[in-house]
């Protein structure tokens, strides 16, 4: 079964606009940790955000805000005033506490298009 | 501080060759683990390594696929006889611990080795 769901396959948005990226998990631990990452077109991964399951506060770095809320198992990422250099995949992980650090599950990605 | 270092970054190896894609963690990283990036799909767990013990290998293919993490020099992923489906791409992290420890310790990752099958 998905552990990580990203049911957004392909957003596009024009500059400036406001860009919001779904990322539902299941897990039964009641640890766990959360994270994103961008895949822009050159492939590398890029980290984004960890979020451990006891710390609910929403964060805002920069244009980048996201939004975590155990009752309905999200971890929502939205960038504000997009860029064309925010184009790239992004990705949804979990990481349950009953495997390693470096075992995570990934979604699908989303493909988020910037245009000017 | 290097951080984790994949080698080569693109590879292209003819139906039936021998793929060997290298991984060097970060200092002071024991743990590394391996993933595939199939085109247009996310990131695949395949094997968790410590130093010359595999821990979890429960998302490598039964065949043609092999890891090792030796005590000295970096892990290596091997895949035999390769076919086609096998073109992805493919990354390494490496973590300081395995589990335990604090919100801290996390998994840094590679750039990628790109697997091209002709």
């Known amino acids: 079964a998905q552990k990580v769901t990203q049911a957004q396959t392909e957003i596009s948005v024009v500059e400036k606009e406001d860009v919001t990226l779904d990322c539902v998990y299941e897990t039964r631990d009641t640890t766990y940790y959360l994270f994103w990452y961008k895949q822009p077109p050159s492939g590398e991964l890029v980290f984004l955000i960890r979020?451990?399951?006891?710390?609910?506060q929403n964060e805002i770095s920069g244009r980048y805000s996201w939004n975590f809320q155990k009752s309905t198992s999200s971890f929502n990422f939205t960038i504000t005033a997009s860029q064309v250099v925010d184009s790239a995949v992004y990705f949804c992980a979990l990481s349950e506490t009953t495997d390693s650090w470096g075992k995570l599950q990934f979604g699908a990605g989303t493909q988020v298009v910037v245009t000017p | 501080n290097a951080g984790v270092m994949q080698n080569p970054r693109h590879l292209v190896r003819r139906r039936g060759q021998e793929a060997r894609l290298r991984c060097s963690p970060m200092?002071?990283?024991?743990?590394v683990y391996w993933y595939r990036q199939l085109p247009e799909e996310g990131l695949k767990f395949m094997v968790y390594?410590?130093?010359?013990?595999?821990?979890?290998e429960s998302g490598m293919p039964k065949e043609r696929f092999s890891a090792e993490f030796p005590k000295e020099g970096p892990s290596i992923l091997r895949i035999q006889q390769v076919v086609r489906g096998d073109s992805a791409a493919y990354f390494c992290a490496s973590s300081q611990l395995g589990t335990g420890g604090d919100s801290n310790t996390e998994a840094f990752f590679g750039q990628g080795t790109r697997l091209t099958v002709v």
């Open positions: 979020r451990n399951s006891f710390d609910e």
């Open positions: 390594l410590q130093k010359e013990n595999i821990i979890d």
């Open positions: 200092k002071g990283h024991s743990h």
